[in-house]
Structures are given as structure tokens and as C-alpha cells.
């Protein structure tokens, strides 16, 4: 199953130039941008583990793509994601963040149904990756 | 971002073309990307091929991109370093000559732009990498053509695993960009096999290697200390192509730098005081820690506080334009180093040699 997760959620997993493309419109606009990993999918998870601090003062998307590289590198079999922050007063938000790595295989989910009180039922959602321990997930960790 | 202007030469048919050699081959999608901003990498430019029947304008490569503005300006404000120059308009040549060949279909290796910059201090390396940076981001090799200077100090941590993620992050910062490390050698310690500095060399070199694109590495220094620093790291020799030496000043040379400062900040020397300054700067000459531009830089701003204090405290009540531009001999004659000279001709007084 496929997981999408932010901006570009719609489209088809960005190339190395796409993402190179959307960054350099991050760092355009004065935008912080920060890389993130994770291997727990569960679309509620937003606190991916960081990928050193977020990368102020850069002015070439090089700089980035080799951090996102070096990323990979390390977690070939995990999510990263890029995100760009926006500091300004009045917005100091992540303004774009999107997947720019996903496991090879990806189980998906399964709902669970708990039978609730006065026959109501309450729903969950199961990331079968999740039945395995913490960086032994996905096949390449 | 400066200008668009890399991505929108365009060729110029006809112009060697062999009379009937067929139709223009002017690309009309060339024709719609003059509009577009400067594309992030040397590798994203497009560029139109060159048939047999289409030639391209030098002169007018060259005019687009402006590159030769960059060097005039080189020209008149640096004073000297003739060799400087010359190697740097070949350079900037070759460039030029690499991207018509690319255009041809001739070569697409990227050349090697790494350099070192060896001279005494205050001969204008720095300012020679910020404008090498403008040229290399006219001709589309750097994508933003900032340029960062460090040192040892900003490369190299103090604590185990403090000095990679320092080197990286200072190498993300210039890229695509210059960056500038001045006394490079102070990076290999010899007698400290535990430096840390060489962690800092190697991941350097990496990147140097690796993303040649992205980043152009300058190093400076001492030409001999820069020399040993090479021997003992062969890769950081042979990833350098370019070597430019920067030769010292001649005493002339200097006093037309001192004129152009003066002539920058809207002061005047009388005649008098330029004879003065002339003396001055030819007994700083000898003494050590010389640092050529830079110290005739500070003999000026020495020669304005003594001016200052002159204008203060002198009791003249009524100053005009003039008095407040001009520059006497006796603001000079007062520099320490005179009366250091005459003092002890022969003996250097060394705790004045700083002084100017």
C-alpha cells in the first residue's frame, strides 16, 4: 500500500530535480528546511525523528540533497520526508513538507473493530509494519 | 539571483557559416528559455548544439554574460598583479571556450575549478575569489556565486565527532558558491597525528570530488607553507588545477593602492604629505609582519585619526571642505615608525613595527 503523507501526497514520488526544484522554492523563500525519518506509518505519527538540526543560512539545494542523501544512506528501508519551515511573525509553520524516501514494501494497514458500549463500535487503524519491533520493520532497516 | 543571462545566449547563424550552407539552426525553444531564472547547476542548462552549418558569436557569449565586465573591474581596482590577472582571463577563457564546445557536442567533462591562491597577506586573494566567484556564477558553473571565507577554526572541532558535522555544515553553507579557506595549511598539524584537522581534510576533499558541481574550493596562504601542505597531502594537490601565485607589491605599486583608497573615502594628500606617506611606507617595507595593501590601509586610517585630532585640537575655528579632505605631511611624519627609524637606524624597534 501505498502511503502518501503532505504537499505532493497526490502525485507520483518526486525525482532527485523535482525534489532539488521544490527546494530551491523553500529556500527561496526563506524557508528553514529540516530532513526526517521514520519507520512507524500510522498517518496520526507527525514526530518523525529529526536528521540533524533543521539547515539554516543555505543558499544551494546541494546542500540539502546531501543531507537527504546521507539520510538514505543510513536508513535505506525508511520513510524521509522534507520539511520546510516558515519563521515569519503570524506564520511559523511548516509551510511544505513531503516523502522524498519510502520502504520498499509496504504492508499497509488493517482496521480493527472494538465493540463499544450500547453496541456502538469504535474503529482503529493497525500499521501491520508496527507488529515488529522498532528499525527491524522493513527489510534494510 | 543576479541574472538570467547564462541561459539565454543564443546562436548565431550564419556568422562563419560557409555562404549556402543551409538553413539557420537557431532552436525556437532556446528562444522561449531566455526568460527563465538561472537553472540551479551548470548540468540543467540547455544548450543548443552547434551543427557544422551554424557557428557561434564569441563576442557576443561574451557579452551576454557579461564575464569580461567582471574582470575590468578587476582591472582597475586592484593596482599590479599582472600575472594574477592574466592567468585569470585565461581561465574565464577557457571557461567560455568549454561552454561552446559543450554547445558543439565536443566535451562534456566539467572542468576542474578548484584553486589555490598563494601570496604574502594583503595582495588581494580575497577579493580575487569574490570576483572569480561572480565570473564562475555569470557562466552558469555556480549557481549562486556567494563566496564564504573561513579558517582552521571554522572547520575543525575540538572533540571527537565535532569535526565532521562542523566541515559539513560550513561546506553546505558555500555550496554553490566559493569557498574560501585561508591558511589552508593550518588544517595538516604534522607533528599531531590526532588532529583533527585531517578528518576535515578528507571529508574536503569528498565533496571536492563528489559534487564538483556544486562547489568550488580556494585555498590560500604562503606559497611555501601552501607547497609543503601539498606534498604532504598528495589528494588535495592533484584535485587543485588551478595554482595562482599572487606576487608582492612594488613600492609604486602601493602608493597607487594608497591614492585609490584615498580616492574611495573622498580624501586628498597635499604634495607634501604624499612625499611623506611615500617614505613611510618604504621603511614599513622593511620591517616584519608587512602585509602589503592591508598595511597601507592602516597607515591611512592612522594618518585620519592623527588628521582628526589635528582638526579637534589644533584651535582652528573655521573648517572648510578642503581641510576636512586633506591629509598634511605632519599627520604622517607623527607615525611612530619615523621616529622609530631615526632613533635606531639600523636596530629594528619591534614593538613599533605594528604601528604605523
Known sequence: ?141 | MEDNGTNSFKMVPGRSAPPGAGAPAVDPADEKSAGTPLPPGMSNIELPEITDAGGVDVAELVRETRVFDVLDELDTELVGLAPVKTRIREIASLLIVDMMRRRAGLDSERPTLHMSFTGSPGTGKTTVALRMATVLHRLGYLAKGHLVAVTRDDLVGQYIGHTAPKTREVLKRAMGGVLFIDEAYYLYRQENERDYGQESIEILLQVMENQRQDIVVVLAGYKDRMETFFQSNPGMGSRIAHHIDFPDYTLDELMAIAKLMLQQQRYDLSPEAEQAFHELIEIRMTRPRFANARSVRNALERARLRQAGRLVSGGQGFLTKDDLMRIEAADIRKSSLFKADAEAAGTPASENAHTG
Open chain 1, 1 to 141: 500500500m501505498h502511503i502518501t503523507q503532505g504537499t505532493f501526497s497526490y502525485l507520483p514520488p518526486l525525482t532527485d530535480d523535482q525534489i532539488r526544484a521544490q527546494i530551491q522554492y523553500s529556500l527561496d523563500n526563506g524557508w528553514a528546511v529540516s530532513v526526517e525519518f521514520t519507520d512507524d506509518p500510522h498517518p496520526r505519527n507527525f514526530l518523525w525523528e529529526m536528521w540533524g538540526l533543521p539547515m539554516f543560512d543555505m543558499k544551494d539545494p546541494a546542500a540539502i540533497l546531501l543531507e537527504v542523501n546521507r539520510c538514505r544512506e543510513a536508513y535505506p528501508g525508511r520513510y524521509v520526508r522534507v520539511n520546510a519551515y516558515d519563521s515569519r511573525l503570524h506564520r511559523q509553520t511548516t509551510a511544505l513538507s513531503f516523502i522524498v524516501q519510502r520502504p520498499a514494501e509496504e504492508p499497509g494497514f488493517r482496521l480493527d473493530r472494538q465493540e463499544s458500549h450500547d453496541r456502538s463500535i469504535r474503529y482503529t487503524l493497525h500499521p501491520y509494519a508496527t507488529e515488529r519491533p522498532e528499525g527491524e520493520r522493513y527489510p534494510r532497516g
